[in-house]
């Protein structure tokens, strides 16, 4: 693929840089098929890639000593993945591999980096992404806390419905038990649930969303204000923060 036009991309946060910064970057980037299951950044060893996700949906896995895991986050064409590498540490305990496939661009890390050094206003929107994701990790907490199975379940389709395009969810029961961090039956049972709403139809490996309004209703308070935190510090005009 030629190098890519900043019109032409999907990924969000490609689109957010200035003409000038995106240039820059897109030098150094390599368009790729992710394919289901395939690991973006494994645990605990150096990703030589960030990739900028513009189709599919890429899940953050944190896993115990004992072998438990849970999803603490993921990623779609709002994102990247590999973001520690600009909080200067080479690796993270969290695996990401892809959950439905997709596309994106890759960029090596060393020239990513040496890019992002080299542009104040690129490092700023990166350094705000991270911030939306520590936002967004926070409020996954407040969920789990404080609401019940059935609305995080109804606001973990909400956040994937906000990266796929499209009303159908490539969404398995064992990857939303995974997500949830709850059995696959009791999943199902939720599921049931909201198509009693006919907020949703589920199938085999697939969730369509056919009442986004409703599924709102449901997710009440724990969906929404992380994602307009995401839309105020990357969508909208942002001032640079002054360190001087």
């Given at each position: 693929?030629?190098?890519?036009?900043?019109?032409?991309?999907?990924?969000?946060?490609?689109?957010?840089?200035?003409?000038?910064?995106?240039?820059?970057?897109?030098?150094?980037?390599?368009?790729?098929?992710?394919?289901?299951?395939?690991?973006?950044?494994?645990?605990?060893?150096?990703?030589?890639?960030?990739?900028?996700?513009?189709?599919?949906?890429?899940?953050?896995?944190?896993?115990?000593?004992?072998?438990?895991t849970?999803?603490?986050?993921?990623?779609?064409?709002?994102?990247?993945?590999?973001y520690?590498?600009?909080?200067?540490?080479?690796?993270?305990?969290h695996?990401?591999f892809?959950?439905?496939?997709?596309?994106?661009?890759?960029?090596?890390?060393?020239?990513?980096?040496?890019?992002?050094?080299?542009?104040?206003?690129?490092?700023?929107?990166?350094?705000?992404?991270?911030?939306?994701?520590?936002?967004?990790?926070?409020?996954?907490?407040?969920?789990?806390?404080?609401?019940?199975?059935?609305?995080?379940?109804?606001?973990?389709?909400?956040?994937?419905?906000?990266?796929?395009?499209?009303?159908?969810?490539?969404?398995?029961?064992?990857?939303?038990?995974?997500?949830l961090?709850?059995?696959?039956?009791?999943?199902?049972?939720?599921?049931?649930?909201?198509?009693?709403?006919?907020?949703?139809?589920?199938?085999?490996?697939?969730?369509?969303?056919?009442?986004?309004?409703?599924?709102e209703?449901?997710?009440?308070?724990?969906?929404?204000?992380?994602?307009?935190?995401?839309?105020?510090?990357?969508?909208?005009?942002?001032?640079?923060?002054?360190?001087?």
């Amino acid at each position: 693929m030629s190098q890519p036009t900043q019109r032409a991309v999907q990924n969000i946060l490609l689109k957010a840089l200035r003409p000038e910064d995106f240039d820059a970057l897109s030098a150094h980037m390599e368009w790729v098929k992710l394919s289901l299951r395939e690991v973006v950044v494994e645990a605990d060893e150096p990703n030589p890639f960030v990739y900028f996700i513009e189709d599919g949906l890429a899940s953050v896995v944190a896993r115990s000593s004992d072998g438990e895991t849970c999803e603490v986050g993921h990623v779609g064409r709002e994102g990247m993945t590999g973001y520690h590498v600009l909080l200067l540490t080479r690796t993270t305990t969290h695996r990401t591999f892809m959950q439905a496939t997709g596309a994106g661009f890759r960029v090596a890390v060393q020239p990513f980096l040496g890019v992002v050094n080299n542009h104040s206003q690129m490092h700023s929107l990166f350094l705000r992404y991270i911030h939306s994701c520590e936002v967004q990790l926070g409020h996954s907490a407040l969920a789990n806390a404080r609401y019940s199975m059935y609305a995080r379940l109804a606001r973990w389709l909400l956040m994937c419905h906000d990266r796929i395009d499209g009303d159908n969810l490539p969404l398995t029961h064992e990857f939303l038990s995974l997500m949830l961090g709850v059995r696959r039956s009791g999943v199902t049972d939720q599921l049931h649930i909201l198509e009693g709403l006919h907020a949703i139809k589920a199938t085999r490996g697939n969730v369509r969303i056919i009442d986004r309004r409703k599924l709102e209703e449901v997710a009440g308070g724990c969906y929404g204000a992380a994602e307009a935190e995401y839309r105020r510090l990357i969508e909208e005009p942002v001032e640079d923060f002054d360190l001087s």
